[in-house]
């Protein structure tokens, strides 16, 4: 399932995939997955990229 929220967050935030990579130390391509559903990050991966968008594990990751 494709992650809109935290694609939205991040343009919020004006920060492009290579930006939000280099904040939580991943690739971009990690970033890309995880956005498009093809990659289950760990909990930590989700609360780095959490802190860094100043959002909640709720807002970003919990499905509606």
Not at 7 to 16: F, L, P
Not at 43 to 63: Q, R, S, V
């Amino acid at each position: 399932m494709k992650n809109l929220k935290l694609k939205a967050a991040r343009a919020g935030k004006d920060m492009s995939q290579d930006d939000l990579a280099k904040a939580v130390g991943v690739s971009r391509q990690t970033i890309n997955a995880v956005e498009k559903g093809d990659y289950n990050p760990s909990i930590n991966l989700c609360i780095a990229i959490c802190k860094a968008l100043e959002k909640t594990l709720d807002e970003l990751f919990w499905e509606d």
